[in-house]
């Protein structure tokens, strides 16, 4: 069996958004980390480091996954998919990310590339959803700004519906 | 509790000494003369430098300031650039709580429904510090405590306690929730006295309409206003007539329903010295004139004619950038997405003051004053140049389209572009007396910041909006869960600057509030350990928990700003507290109501119990470290042991310091300071833990030869504790004396990480080897030594057993 020294490096390769990346990590660093000082993107945020708040939400391997719960020597081989995924190379905001902005689903900020992660993947498997559904899939992320009102008016605005309960007037 | 923590970067450079910080500091820049003081440099060697964007603060990310000094030390210290990223725990345990309040209120009304008066009894625990700015959390409502009444009676006490619970500081609303659940719960109360509507009783006692402006009693001048219209608007929305059946048919079902509302007005744009209100007015006078809350921005378009605002207003996600490109769009005749806005501060470059920074809505109350008047300065040299250059009179030009054309002749124009930058380019062609550059700042002060009176009156505030807030909730008496099943909240905000921004805040707030009513709390153990360091023993409140608002607006512009605006971030942060807590009141027929309501302590409410924290009791406000004995909780044991002397020989033995000095498991050295008094070293191990402690012992309640009792504390550096210790001696006869003790003791610091059924153990065996070593003694002395009055037992009780 191999073994590692706790402070033994190891050579990570992933493809995130597409592109095949590689750094290297000590067997106890998080993937969170090894995204932003690593590989240098940014766009993923940690806010609690223990799985609660869901602002460091990326898809890994097709599943929205916390990613300060893995280890990024668990994720070798991986396909990621970041916030930095979602527009597209010049910069042009997805249907999701326009909806977010028009809807002013965000405040600062901080939570918003978890929930844009988590939203992806949900809207691939509900492509309809109810209000009731996306506040349900939003109960894993911790919003302070919003109150969630407009993000849950954003995913329904890219989920093709027009408006769900009434609200506000 | 933002999402993003404190973030800091320190350096230190010699030559000329100079420290710059950069960091997520949300302002006031008045701590920046407490930092420059503490770091014991001229302002200008103390740069700070904050972040364009902010992932939220909500007030907290004013306590970071002890940090900033901190590291800018550390850095100094340690030769290099220091960076500090605190985390969840730090930042759940340390950084910064809403104030903590036991207020007490009483209100006089007349028979029907006048209110007379007010009488505050409030009392703050500011946790483990009193940080600047506080105590100014208990003065922001002040100069506003008739809330939106016509009371002129009012009476207002404040009292401090200092706490070992994280400090408080600013937080949403800051001062504002803890007012009005004082407020609006006895509006509450005098209308179910009365027999009045309550939504009747707050009509009858509003400030008219035509009162405005209107001079409160405490010194606010509230700008406008029409809170009978908010007031109605709200029971519109929420069908209040139906709303009430609704709540007749479930209570017939006996089911528990009640309805609560809450009304009160939004101070925005602090006036400064309202701080100062917890001086008396002649220490005041000796500081010097306090007065002000000076807004700052500058617009300067380069010389490609391209336009920049810097609004010195530290954002952190309320949308500042948006709203001061469409202003300055505006006034010059441009598109939003054609500015750019500098939200980041940098004290070296800066044109900043001390009120600088995001609190107390701040944005839309007085900086877009200074940013609207900025922006009219350049428009009119623009207008003056374009009016040279078209040969009309500089009123005849307006700025539209991206063109300084002549009011009525479209077709004659010149683009702003070029306009501008013949400022840069051209400046001897400019008209004459016009400065070159187009680089305007304005440093305004709202003229009605005056400074506090000698009755402590003071104008606290620019801008004063107004939230009504009505819910009805349903009480599930098998779970204690309180559902609210309708919520209205109507804001005036004046003129609304953006509309989405304007909804979000209110969202936000409306958020904070429910969070604040049902969910959210620092809880500590009865050792004043914290227990909610983590989110997912803080419960932020979540998607699925927010209930569904309905929000309704009125408007009465503000005539104290350029725009007609008011701030009104706080909304209903502020009042959905105390709405809610009405409305459980209401379906659970009781008054008395401690936030949050959790599933456990409503449940015990609607089942008629008495609710007591699952192991543990609340820190008490106003126990003096002296009375450590009463701390609930802890490490406590009782026991007797039969001892071989009479009881008058055990006691004298018991307080004789050199008897203490060698039975006392691990004591080093023991000495008497007073009559009652005794000081030990001891050392002691504990689950390998092993440390030396300094205990400090004093008797009290001395009834020789049958009791006494000690109470003492001990510290070392693995380590502390209080506690309290009593003895009993009884004589049971041919010379022999049964001794009863017990003892109650709290441990904190590392040796209290190993546990208390391991510190229990512990003492167990301390006290056993202690009653050896005595008894040993008793026997092999029959002459034993004489004892003055002293109390070394309990230095096995504290130098011993809490360690």
């Known amino acids: ?169 | 509790t933002p999402m993003e923590t404190y973030g800091i970067v320190a350096q230190f450079e010699r030559q000329p000494d100079r420290y710059t910080i950069w960091s997520n500091f949300q302002g006031p820049f008045i701590l920046h003369a407490l930092m420059q003081g503490a770091l014991g440099v001229a302002g200008n060697r103390l740069r700070l430098i904050t972040s364009p964007h902010s992932g939220g603060s909500f007030g907290i990310k004013q306590a970071m300031f002890p940090y900033m000094v901190l590291m800018a030390a550390t850095a100094r210290i340690l030769g290099c650039p220091v960076k500090w990223i605190e985390d969840r725990l730090e930042h759940l345990v340390g950084s910064s709580s809403a104030a903590d309040r036991a207020d007490s209120v009483e209100a006089a009304f007349s028979n029907d429904g006048e209110l007379l008066g007010l009488r505050f009894d409030n009392l703050v625990n500011v946790g483990a510090f009193v940080r600047a700015p506080e105590p100014a959390s208990v003065y922001r409502m002040h100069a506003a405590s008739n809330g939106c009444y016509r009371v002129q009676n009012i009476f207002v006490e404040n009292r401090l306690v200092v706490t070992n619970m994280t400090p408080i500081g600013l937080n949403r609303g800051y001062g504002g929730p803890q007012f009005y659940y004082a407020l609006e719960r006895v509006m509450d109360a005098g209308a179910k006295e009365l027999g009045i509507d309550p939504a009747e009783i707050r009509r009858r006692n509003f400030i008219r309409p035509e009162e405005f402006p209107y001079s409160a009693p405490a010194g606010a001048v509230y700008d406008s206003g029409d809170y009978g219209a908010g007031l109605d608007k709200a029971l519109e929305l929420a069908d209040y007539e139906a709303l009430k059946a609704e709540r007749d048919r479930a209570r017939a079902e006996g089911k528990l329903f009640g309805i609560g509302m809450a009304a009160g007005v939004e101070p925005s744009g602090s006036n400064m010295a309202y701080v100062t209100l917890a001086q008396t007015p002649e220490e005041r006078a000796k500081a010097g004139g306090r007065s002000g809350g000076l807004g700052t921005a500058t617009v300067s378009i380069d010389p490609s004619g391209s336009v920049t605002v810097r609004t010195v207003s530290t954002p952190a996600g309320q949308g500042h950038q948006t709203v001061a490109a469409q202003v300055v769009a505006d006034a010059l005749g441009l598109r939003p997405d054609q500015i750019d806005v500098v939200t980041e501060v940098d004290t070296l470059t800066s044109a900043w003051s001390l009120a600088s920074g995001n609190y107390a809505n701040r944005f839309s109350s007085v900086v877009i004053g200074a940013i609207t008047e900025t922006a009219e300065k350049v428009a009119t040299k623009i207008k003056r140049i374009a009016a040279e250059t078209l040969e009309v009179a500089p009123e005849d030009i307006e700025l539209v389209g991206g063109e300084a054309r002549i009011v009525g002749v479209p077709d004659k124009a010149l683009p702003i572009r070029r306009v501008a930058a013949q400022t840069h380019w051209h400046p001897a062609g400019l008209p004459e007396d016009m400065a070159p550059g187009l680089t305007e700042t304005t440093v305004m002060n709202p003229p009605m910041l005056g400074a506090p009176d000698e009755a402590d009156r003071v104008a606290s505030a620019v801008t004063f909006g107004y939230v009504f807030d009505l819910a009805a909730v349903e009480i599930d008496r098998a779970t204690g869960k309180v559902e609210v099943k309708r919520y209205v909240s109507v804001h005036d905000v004046g003129n609304i600057l953006n509309e989405i921004v304007v909804e979000g805040q209110i969202y936000g707030g409306f958020a904070h509030g429910v969070a604040g009513a049902l969910l959210e709390e620092f809880v500590y153990d009865a050792g004043g350990n914290p227990q909610t360091g983590t989110f997912a023993d803080y419960l932020c409140i979540t998607a699925p928990e927010v209930p569904h608002l309905t929000v309704g607006h009125v408007n009465t512009p503000s005539p104290h700003n350029a725009l007609g605006a008011k701030g009104m971030g706080d909304g209903s942060s502020m009042l959905a507290p105390t709405a809610i807590a009405n409305a459980a009141a209401d379906a659970l027929g009781t008054f008395d109501i401690e936030l949050p309501l959790t599933l456990n302590k409503t449940w015990a409410l609607a089942n008629g119990l008495p609710y007591e924290r699952a192991g543990a009791a609340r820190a008490k406000v106003g126990e003096g470290p002296q009375e450590a004995g009463a701390v609930e909780g802890g490490l406590t044991g009782e026991g007797s042991v039969e001892l071989s002397a009479s009881p008058a020989e055990v006691w004298k033995l018991l307080l004789d310091p050199a008897t203490l000095a060698a039975v006392v498991p691990g004591c080093e050295a023991l000495e008497q300071t007073a009559p009652d008094s005794f000081s030990a070293t001891v050392t002691i191990g504990v689950a390998g833990i092993k440390g030396t402690y300094s205990a400090e012992i004093d008797l009290r309640d001395k009834r020789e030869p049958e009791s006494v009792r000690l109470v003492g504390k001990a510290s070392g550096a693995l380590g502390f504790g209080q506690g309290e210790g009593r003895v009993r001696l009884e004589a049971l006869g041919e010379g022999k004396t049964k001794l009863t003790y017990s003892y109650r003791a709290n441990v904190g610091g590392k040796v209290a990480a190993v546990g208390q059924r391991m510190l229990g153990t512990v003492t167990k065996i301390l006290i056993g080897q202690f009653f050896k070593g005595l008894d040993r003694r008793l026997k092999s002395s029959a002459d034993g030594p004489s004892g003055g009055s002293g109390g070394g037992f309990f230095a096995r009780l504290f130098g011993g057993g809490r360690k």
């Open chain 1, 1 to 169: 069996m191999l073994r590692i020294k706790p402070d033994q490096k190891q050579r990570i390769t992933l493809t995130v958004n597409g592109k095949k990346m590689s750094g290297f990590a000590e067997p106890r660093m998080l993937l969170a980390d090894f995204l932003r000082h690593e590989l240098g993107l940014f766009g993923t945020h940690l806010g609690c480091e223990h799985g609660v708040c869901g602002a460091c939400t990326v898809i890994i391997d097709e599943a929205a996954t916390r990613s300060c719960l893995r280890y990024a020597v668990q994720c070798d081989g991986a396909e990621i998919v970041t916030v930095e995924g979602l527009a597209d190379s010049e910069g042009k905001l997805n249907a999701l990310q326009k909806a977010f902005n028009e809807n002013g689903a965000l405040q600062c900020g901080f939570c918003t590339a978890g929930v844009l992660m988590s939203a992806t993947k949900f809207l691939e498997e509900v492509p309809k959803p109810t209000d009731h559904e996306i506040r349900d899939m939003l109960s894993g992320h911790i919003c302070r700004c919003t109150g969630y009102e407009q993000i849950v008016a954003a995913i329904r605005q890219a989920s093709g519906q027009e408006s769900g309960e009434a609200s506000g007037q």
